[in-house]
């Protein structure tokens, strides 16, 4: 059922049928058709009304629709060209509402689309998550994003927000967190899928905050990912390999035989402060 005042849609199953929109394993995509969980997940950033955002691999339009009842202005970057059309009678239906571009969201300059900032909304497909929130996280600061509403596979949005000391704690939780509030919004149950993923999933949602002072982005990912890539190593094992990391632990006041994931965010930063200088 529609709400009240929006466009009279057909169900997004006969769509999905009417063009054979099976979901492709190879593109990552499980479709969400539950509408009431989709309205959930566009409410999460706040009140959306002409606010522009930018949706990634919108897939036959489930969440889509939830975003133009909501008032939203999307723009929805899809690279399936089978849910073109399904996407273009969306459009028709809110007109000047819908913004459609065909490609690749990790080819597409994707700030250059927009004056104002957006809030960023996706399901995203599960192959490029990650790799598409890196690339946001270590955007410019102040960054060109609103905030960030994804879905994400239960283990990734876990490690995005993972404490110190926990198991999911590593270097995904330090680069998320170092200059943003993140929290997991909802967990999504597995069922809500078509098909139905092997794994349980949760809308996580990213809120920038203020860069602190002194910190070379790369030199704090080169930093982590150094550190994290023996885990189970002491710093003076892992950090070995990274020039002057180990005369800042001394600096700092740092004991090597620690291990990384037992550093709090605020310890990663001095360490990378140090290195930055």
Known sequence: MNAPGAPDLPP???VIR??????????GQNFLFDSQLLARIAAVPGDLRDRDVLEIGPGPG???RALLAAGANVTAIERDTRCIPALQELS???????????GDALDIDAPSLFSQRPH?????PYN?????LVGWLSSAWEPWWESLTLMFQREVA?????RPGSDHYGRLAVLAQWRTSARIAMPVHRSAFTPPPKVMSAVVHITPGVMPDGIDPAMLERLTATAFGQRRKMLRQ???ALPGALDALAAIGIDPTRRPETLSISEFLSIARCLSG
């Open 12 to 14: 997004l199953r006969d």
């Open 18 to 27: 009417r063009y054979d929109l099976a979901a492709k394993k190879s593109l």
């Open 62 to 64: 489930g969440l889509t």
């Open 92 to 102: 028709a239906a809110y007109p000047g509402k819908l913004r459609l571009i065909e």
């Open 120 to 124: 960023i909304v996706a399901n995203l």
């Open 128 to 132: 490029v998550g990650t790799a598409l």
């Open 158 to 162: 876990e490690r995005i927000v993972a």
């Open 238 to 240: 892992s950090l070995k």
